[in-house]
């Protein structure tokens, strides 16, 4: 999202501010807080149904898919963004949230594009991230020592990357970083580098591998091919009320899902002709 600077006199900033907090006193302010790869989606709606509703205010963070269920679980905040089912993360009580899935989204390996790869097994990339290569020469690439980035220890992304890829292994100790967007600027810039993000960060900056001949498609995430993706959630504690409920219903809308959710990089979940269960079993 673009930043933008608005200059108020003095009296209307004090009324803004003083608006602002009208809105919380009257529930008509919502916290959303969690997953990087959502938050995209989640501040371009907010800002859409701020637009069409005004008086109520929207507050979309990041922080990780970790931080949105601990904070929604304790009361924190009213909704928690998560690449995970609440069940995958130790420490939450499933049982007091409510699941929310607003998207689908692929989540592909990116890489330098001086690497000199544009396909790579599944087994070869879980050797990468787990060490055990560690130059692009033993992939077919150039003769180039193996970066590794890796997403922060709450995010999602790197919890659905190290379920798919590494079969629940820890990937090797290295760079961190909490924002996907900070991640895709590192691959660009770093020769050697490679990482993962959500298709809706991927840039002409960076190059994407193919996983055995698979190609990083949204078609091919709605039928279960490219096994690396994720459900979107947006956890509540209990049912949603007032204005949560609103915004959610919202967000989930024919008109949004089949309009914005595309356009970002993400995939309505009515386009999914698979559905998975927490633990990755496929049910539909």
């Known amino acids: 999202m673009k930043k933008r600077t608005l200059l108020l006199p003095l009296i209307g900033l004090s009324l803004l501010m003083t608006g602002c907090a009208k809105w919380i006193d009257r529930g008509e302010s919502v ?9 995209p989606l989640v501040e371009t709606v907010a800002e859409a149904y701020q637009t069409e509703n005004p008086g109520e205010f929207i507050n979309v963070q ?19 963004n998560s690449d995970l089912f609440a069940e995958e993360k130790k420490g939450i009580d499933a049982a007091s949230l409510v699941d929310h899935k607003v998207a689908a989204v692929g989540i592909t390996p990116i890489v330098n594009k001086g690497v000199g790869v544009s396909d790579i097994s599944l087994e070869n990339l879980k050797k990468i991230f787990l060490g055990e290569i560690t130059n692009w020469k033993e992939v077919g ?103 949560t409920k609103e915004f959610l219903d919202y967000i989930l809308s024919d008109e949004v899902q089949e309009s914005v959710v595309g356009e970002l990089g993400y995939i309505p979940v009515s386009r999914m002709e698979v559905e998975r269960d927490w633990e990755g079993n496929v049910i539909q």
Do not use: C
Not at 62 to 80: F, K, N, P, R, Y
């Open 31 to 39: 916290t959303a807080v969690g997953s990087s790869a959502l938050q």
């Open 141 to 243: 690439g150039k003769d180039q020592e193996v970066v590794l980035l890796n997403r922060a220890a709450g995010s999602g992304t790197r919890g659905t990357f190290e379920k798919w890829v590494l079969d629940g292994e820890t990937a090797k100790r290295a760079q961190e970083q909490d924002s996907s967007g900070m991640v895709r600027q590192i691959i660009a810039d770093t020769p050697g580098a490679i990482s993962y993000v959500a298709f809706s960060y991927v840039t002409d900056d960076v190059a994407t591998l193919s996983i055995d001949g698979v190609e990083p498609t949204d078609e091919n995430v709605t039928t279960n091919e490219w096994i690396i993706w994720s459900y979107q959630h947006m956890y509540t504690k209990g049912e949603p009320q007032a204005l």
């Open 62 to 80: 990041g922080g990780g898919s970790g931080t949105g269920l601990s904070q929604v679980q304790s009361g924190a905040v009213d909704i928690g």
